[in-house]
């Protein structure tokens, strides 16, 4: 593939990561295919990584595994996506995404959005093995597509502020531990929205840093608002992450009253920078709409 052209959009060290997590996944798992789809930004700017140092460029892989008769083990998606992220941790920050090829061409077809933007749009093919080709992607109905997003959006969204302000309501009860389990609910709940808004696809997963880094290509503002290269911040959503189990079962978690103060105010954000860059999504999906 030409290189130059498809990722001049990244700096020569950011390619130099890229290589390295094509060259662990490969030997780790022996995929069909990879595609890089994100972190390109809103709307496809692909400004959006050059704003970002190198050593927090974490990039968004769609693992393409091939035809169960091809391979050698009957690992799950998730196994297979714990593998590729565990084997890269410490070398390259990767978001993996992974489905067998049967699947993606499934997907594709039928013009599902996240697979058809991804595939017509937004990817670009890393790596091949060649056993089997990408079948040819349907074009999505737009206004179907924002129709469906904006209501899984008003869903999940008003789903995630009841738990934000159950969060709020218990903490004036001096209820840190209950408080931090709602808000790590309103936190899971808002990213899955966005995720809906963006691609009309979720991931089954509670993993909060999961779903952190899926949704950080929509907005910088979501990247940044839990910084990775800030100890303090790092414990923070450590905290946040640790609310869907530890919060609720393990006598030995504590979190403070002032803790508690600051989640409150960065879930806040992220429920007010979740309506904002959703919504200014769907109009821009609507102009395409009136553009065709």
């Not at 934000?164 to 808000?183: D, Q």
């Not at 991931?203 to 952190?212: M, V, Y």
């Not at 979501?222 to 393990?250: C, T």
Request: aromatic letters at 10%; proline letters at 2%; charged letters at 30%.
């Amino acid at each position: 593939m030409n290189w130059d052209k498809s990722l001049s959009h990244l700096s020569m060290d950011q390619r130099r990561m890229l290589e390295k997590a094509i060259n662990i996944i490969v030997r780790a798992v022996q995929p069909e295919k990879i595609i890089l789809y994100g972190m390109f930004g809103p709307a496809g700017d692909r400004r959006f990584l050059q704003r970002l140092p190198s050593a927090l460029a974490a990039f968004d892989l769609l693992i393409i595994t091939r035809k169960e008769e091809r391979r050698t083990d009957l690992r799950s998606d998730y196994e297979i996506q714990d593998i590729i992220e565990n084997r890269c941790r410490g070398v390259v920050t990767v978001t993996a995404l992974v489905h067998d090829i049967a699947y993606v061409n499934m997907k594709a077809k039928e013009g599902q959005y996240f697979f058809s933007t991804v595939l017509r749009e937004e990817g670009v093919l890393l790596y091949d093995a060649g056993g089997t080709p990408l079948a040819k992607t349907a074009a999505p109905n737009l206004e179907e597509v924002r129709q469906v997003a904006e209501k899984d959006f008003d869903r999940w969204a008003r789903q995630a502020w009841e738990f934000f302000s159950g969060a709020e309501h218990v903490t004036g009860k001096r209820g840190w531990n209950t408080a931090t389990f709602l808000l790590h609910q309103a936190a899971e709940q808002c990213y899955q929205a966005i995720l809906l808004a963006f691609t009309g696809y979720k991931p089954t997963t509670h993993n909060l840093d999961k779903l952190r880094r899926y949704t950080n290509r929509f907005s910088m503002e979501l990247a940044l608002l839990f910084p990775l290269d800030n100890a303090e911040e790092e414990e923070l959503f450590r905290l946040l992450a640790s609310g869907y189990v530890s919060a609720r079962y393990k006598e030995e978690f504590l979190i403070t009253e002032q803790e508690v103060g600051l989640l409150i105010e960065r879930v806040r954000r992220l429920l007010d920078i979740a309506n904002r860059v959703c919504y200014g999504h769907f109009i821009r999906l609507s102009r395409r709409v009136m553009g065709d």
